[in-house]
């Protein structure tokens, strides 16, 4: 009987020192859940077996299940300061790449025969004036409900060195001057890029570090100029996969935005020469027009009929004399050619000088 009793106050001081300890664990930020309560409160009735073992159990789940409690009690840990130092870093580097543009030299491209910005009245602006407004009027006007993507011109070649890099920054000059239009000259030409040393600028990362994803945003290698209307992507590092990036979703996503996103925006690209060069063949399949510079006295026609083999035949196709010799009379001319139009083959001369 008294060994009963001792029993019975062994366990009820065991129950109120669990209890206590319980209430210790509370005070340090957390209540106990009621089904904890209740287990404190069956070993003070002494319904659990008076082994000293189960004793010894209770009371170690009672405070199994009370620090969880306590730990969730604690305040969130900050996060580490040097990750967000490091990630305002790139934020910065971002925001500062983006704020960047390029200071072209318009006098010196002026002095060297391109498009002027000033003179209005000479010979080159009025030859690509002239073709300007053919492309234009493909790009928005009734052509171009027959056209994919007909904002999107590829500028291109059948054998290097035939003056498409001239063609193309030309054409973006030309069109930067129109009062209702925006453009975009993409250097595309990713194996050997050019239009940023024409233009005596430095090489920045471009559109191969953006396929790559190098780059997050495209509008972090779309550099803006001091030519107000003329925005432009450089090419950037060279790449052995360079043809299966520009054949990527990336890039087809790409185009798409460039084509529908901006209704007032023309994209030049300056691609490779495409005779034996599958990137321009990838490329052909994403613009609506093209145009294919000739150098007169130096293209042969079977490379001409060679180059158009490699186009869309859905694409509107127009070709540039460059290095025209009979400079009395006219020094280019652009060629109108649609597959399947009735203007098949259809030539309009540059305006004399």
Do not use: C, W
Not at 97 to 117: H, K, N
Not at 340 to 350: T, V
């Amino acid at each position: 009987m008294n060994n009963t009793i001792e029993k019975a106050l062994l366990r009820q001081k065991e129950a109120e020192r669990l209890k206590k300890e319980a209430a210790l664990l509370n005070a340090e930020g957390e209540k106990l859940d009621p089904p904890d309560v209740a287990s404190a409160s069956n070993v003070e009735t002494g319904a659990v077996n008076s082994d000293s073992d189960s004793t010894e159990t209770a009371k170690v789940n009672i405070i199994e299940q009370a620090y969880p409690a306590v730990e969730s009690a604690k305040p969130a840990e900050k996060p580490d300061e040097k990750s967000d130092e490091k990630s305002g870093e790139k934020s910065v580097e971002n925001a500062q790449l983006t704020s960047q543009t390029f200071e072209i030299d318009i006098a010196d491209l002026e002095s060297r025969g391109f498009v002027s910005l000033h003179s209005t009245r000479s010979q080159i602006n009025e030859e690509y004036r002239e073709i300007k407004r053919k492309l234009l009027s493909n790009a928005f006007g009734a052509l171009s409900k027959t056209l994919t993507n007909a904002n999107i011109i590829m500028v291109t070649s059948a054998r290097p060195s035939e003056g498409k890099t001239f063609t193309a920054i030309n054409l973006a000059l030309s069109i930067a001057a129109e009062k209702d239009k925006r453009v975009l000259l993409v250097d595309a030409d990713v194996l050997k890029p050019n239009t940023l040393r024409t233009l005596g600028l430095k090489e920045r990362h471009g559109l191969i570090e953006y396929l790559l994803g190098d780059v997050k945003e495209i509008g972090d290698v779309m550099f803006g100029s001091n030519i107000d209307k003329l925005r432009i992507i450089p090419a950037g590092r060279a790449h052995h996969l360079s043809t299966e990036l520009l054949a990527s979703k990336a890039m087809s996503d790409l185009i798409t935005e460039f084509s529908t996103r901006y209704p007032d925006r023309v994209i030049i690209i300056d691609t490779p020469p495409i005779i034996g060069i599958n990137e321009s063949a990838v490329l052909a399949n994403f613009a609506g027009q093209a145009v294919v510079v000739v150098e007169e006295g130096r293209s042969k026609l079977s490379d001409i009929q060679k180059a158009v083999a490699r186009l869309n035949p859905n694409m509107a196709i127009g070709f540039v004399v460059n290095k025209s010799l009979n400079s009395s009379e006219q020094t280019g001319y652009y060629g109108y050619h649609h597959y399947g139009s009735d203007r098949e083959g259809e030539e309009q001369p540059a305006p004399k000088a």
